[in-house]
Every structure is written in C-alpha cells, then in structure tokens.
C-alpha cells in the first residue's frame, strides 16, 4: 500500500505487505531528515534519519528513500506486521537552522489481520 | 522504555493555577526541546535549550515559561494557561551539533478546566 501524505492521511495495508509511507517537504535548504513512529499515547519514537548526501539508507525493515530533484521523503516497511500501527511523521531540519525540526503533517497506518 | 522521562504524566489545572513540567534525560544530551502537540497534529516547536541556555523561542506566550537546571532537566513553568492550551507536551533531547536526531519522552497530557 502506499500513502500520498495529505491527500490520503490514512494508510491500511495488509499484515505481511509491503507499506510505502511519502513525505513532501518544502524547504530545498534542508539536509537533513527524521522518520518516527508514534503509537497512541506514547512520544514520537526514532524510526531512522537520512542525509542529504544519501539518496537511501536502510535499517531493520526500513528503508527511506530521498528524492531532493522533487523535495520528496518516502519510508517503506517490508513485512507489515500489526505492531508497526501507529502516526509516521516525516521531519526537516537544515544545518544552521538551530536544530529546529519541523515535522509533516503525519500519515496513521493500520495493519488489517 | 523511553529515556527521557517526562513527569507528571497527566496533569488537570484550573486558569489560574500554577504548575510546572518536568523532564529528565541520562543521555548525556545538551540540547533539550519542548514540543505542544494537539489531537491527530504534528508536535510544533516551543523551545530550544543548548548548553543550558535557551537558544530559540517560538513567540510562545509568556504563560509558559522554560527552565533549565542543568543540563538532564527540563523544566516548564505553567501559570494562566487557557483552555487551548489543553495539549500533549513533549520534551525531547539530542547532541547539539546539526543534523542530530532528536529522542522524546512520551509527554503529559495536559488538560485546563
């Protein structure tokens, strides 16, 4: 499945697929940027970041990709599994910018069983 | 287990109440953020603490007033407050060079009668 951030805020896929969360940002001076996860009542958790010198980095089921010709974020998760549910947010920050982060508007994903 | 901790973890007050916020962080961290966040939004920057000294404030109303004691807390001073101001206060840290990723408590939920 695969989100269009503010267009589609909400994102089911199926446990075991593949999910594909994107992320829009409009500053071209940043360079520098956050994933996270946030499950319901808890604090926005470390998912992984990506800087502008990398086009994709990966972590455990994760991969984020960055595309700065388009200004474009996208975090995909192999394997959806139903504790990966909760609000992705996208986040930019740029050197210089006083380590002020400046987060998207948020995608919620629900794994269906 | 997050390792900010955040205190109280729900907190009810009157307009005119006086409370404070506290955080806590071991990580050796010297920056430390606060964060308002509202229902299905994204958190929104309040303040920047580096080294101990308050590096950026976002035009925030002077009801909420930041402290930093040393360089594992986080304070915030509540006096005033309007029933909008009933949100999630999240309290992040990091290293303070660029592109550093910022790691959250889980917040308290604030609520104004």
């Known amino acids: ?113 | 287990d997050t390792e900010v901790t955040q205190t109280p973890k729900h907190l009810v007050m009157g307009m005119t109440n006086k409370k404070s916020l506290k955080c806590e962080q071991h990580m050796g961290h010297r920056a430390m953020y606060w964060y308002k966040q509202k229902a299905k939004k994204p958190p929104e920057l309040m303040f920047v603490y580096s080294y101990e000294k308050l590096s950026i404030n976002e035009s925030v109303p002077s009801r909420f007033s930041p402290e930093c004691p040393n360089s594992s807390l986080l304070n915030l001073h509540l006096h005033a407050l309007q029933p909008e101001d009933s949100a999630l206060y999240l309290c992040a840290s990091s290293d303070p060079g660029y592109n550093q990723p910022q790691h959250f408590g889980d917040g308290t939920r604030l609520s104004i009668l």
């Open chain 1, 1 to 113: 499945g695969e989100s269009v951030g503010l267009h589609l805020p909400t994102l089911s896929v199926q446990e075991g697929d593949n999910s594909i969360i994107n992320c829009a940002y409009s500053n071209s001076a940043s360079d520098y940027f956050i994933w996270y996860k946030q499950e319901s009542g808890k604090g926005p958790q470390f998912i992984i970041d990506i800087r502008s010198n990398m086009d994709k980095r990966q972590g455990q089921r994760v991969t984020v990709l960055l595309n700065k010709t388009v200004k474009h974020l996208s975090l995909q998760i192999a394997a959806t599994q139903p504790g990966d549910s909760a609000v992705y947010f996208c986040a930019e920050t740029f050197t210089g910018g006083g380590n002020k982060l400046t987060f998207g508007t948020g995608t919620q994903l629900k794994v269906e069983l």
